[in-house]
């Protein structure tokens, strides 16, 4: 089972920017879709976004043309680039190793990076 670990997360203000990275063990990176997905307080785990291995990409509407995907095959690591930011952004960030039907997660999860939007 792979093992992830996202790093990156941090305290920014509005309209701020953040890239995270998601560091993956084992050798099944090259063949899934990644992804990445985000908790709130008091709120269920949402998708993202998610990278297939050819590099079709698939955001959540609240993110689109803010947030950015990304992949790099040879490091076993997926990043998210995140401009724009906003106070809703707040939430811990997680990636996961097998995203399916380009939003449903159904592999291993890392620990999270938490994200946090405020002035």
């Known amino acids: 089972q792979q093992q992830l670990v996202e790093s990156g997360g941090g305290l920014v203000q509005p309209g701020g920017s953040l890239r995270l990275s998601c560091a993956a063990s084992?050798?099944?990176?090259?063949?899934?879709?990644m992804g990445w997905y985000r908790q709130a307080p008091g709120k269920q785990r949402e998708f993202v976004a998610v990278i297939t291995t050819r590099g079709t990409t698939n955001y959540a509407d609240s993110v689109k043309g803010r947030f950015t995907i990304s992949r790099d095959n040879a490091k076993n690591t997926v990043y998210l680039q995140m401009n724009s930011l906003k106070p809703e952004d707040t939430a811990v960030y997680y990636c996961n190793s097998d995203v399916r039907y380009l939003k449903l997660a159904f592999g291993s999860w890392g620990q999270g990076t938490q994200v946090t939007v405020s002035s």
């Open positions: 084992g050798s099944i990176f090259s063949i899934n879709a």
